[in-house]
């Protein structure tokens, strides 16, 4: 069975970067959809971007595009999502898992969510 374990979290100053990593294990990375997604305290867990995998590319959503960006790794088994210009409204729990990257991207009904990793953007 496929899990996806997310890593790469930390406390960062405003304007800093972080680099995120989605590790698959119990299988390969091959062609599965990776999406990311992030929860800010009190609020409610929201889309960040998904790779396609295949050479479908990879998007981010509007309000972080120009600064973060979605990096495949296919001899990895990972995926990334390196964060640059990190703003203190980013601080979130950070997750990813394999979801359907179409008009956006939506979780697969059958893959659970993992324990993610924690991004506090502060000086």
């Known amino acids: 069975q496929v899990r996806l374990v997310e890593s790469g979290g930390d406390l960062v100053q405003p304007g800093g970067s972080l680099r995120l990593a989605c590790r698959v294990s119990?299988?390969?990375?091959?062609?599965?959809?990776i999406g990311w997604f992030r929860r800010a305290p009190g609020k409610e867990r929201t889309g960040v971007g998904c790779?396609?995998?295949?050479?479908?590319?990879?998007s981010v959503v509007d309000s972080v595009s120009g600064r973060f960006t979605i990096i495949r790794d296919n001899t990895k088994n990972t995926v990334f999502l390196q964060m640059n210009n990190l703003k203190p409204e980013d601080t979130a729990v950070y997750y990813c898992?394999?979801?359907?990257?179409?008009?956006?991207?939506?979780?697969?009904?059958?893959?659970?969510w993992g324990q993610g990793t924690q991004v506090t953007v502060s000086s």
């Open positions: 790779s396609r995998g295949n050479n479908g590319g990879s």
């Open positions: 898992i394999l979801s359907i990257c179409a008009g956006g991207v939506a979780r697969l009904p059958e893959a659970n």
């Open positions: 119990g299988g390969t990375l091959g062609g599965n959809q």
